[in-house]
């Protein structure tokens, strides 16, 4: 939700002609750890409207339409799921790796008809243990491979 807020209030005070939300997921098992890679879409499972007949991960706006999967690099073909709590098992909406900001992040720059990009270094496998240290160990390794994804993905703008 953070990265949702903060993401619309730059937004709109820098008026950006694309935004890119970089950083790691966790691989539900298609991708490996040390892949760094640009989502097609995002989705929100955490999102349930159902009791409303709505599907699971849509999100309903203020003017009372409902959006749900974002696409992102069209380019790509891979969904990214976001929620608030790391994920632990298989996902709820078909995905390839999980995340904790993206969708936010997209939805702040769909709001804003800006295009969005979701750009993340797989650092683990949803559902298999691993210590902090392991982690941010990982990530510092990948860390340089993020700038040179991101310069790939933008020149498609």
């Not at 939805?107 to 559902?127: E, Q, W």
Request: charged share 15%; proline share 6%.
């Amino acid at each position: 939700m953070l990265a949702a807020a903060v993401s619309a209030s730059a937004i709109a005070a820098h008026s950006p002609d694309a935004v890119v939300s970089v950083g790691s997921a966790g691989s539900f098992g298609d991708l490996a750890v040390g892949d760094c890679v640009s989502f097609g879409s995002v989705v929100m499972p955490d999102q349930d409207l159902t009791a409303f007949h709505l599907g699971r991960g849509r999100t309903l706006l203020p003017s009372r339409a409902t959006v749900g999967e974002l696409r992102l690099d069209r380019s790509s073909d891979l969904i990214l799921s976001t929620s608030s709590s790391f994920a632990s098992g298989p996902p709820v909406i078909p995905a390839h790796a999980a995340d904790m900001e993206a969708y936010g992040v997209a939805m702040a720059a769909y709001l804003a008809g800006v295009p969005c990009f979701a750009v993340k270094a797989i650092t683990d496998i949803v559902g298999n243990p691993i210590r902090l240290s392991d982690y941010g160990f990982t990530l510092r390794s990948l860390r340089s491979l993020l700038p040179e994804r991101v310069e790939e993905v933008l020149k498609q703008l």
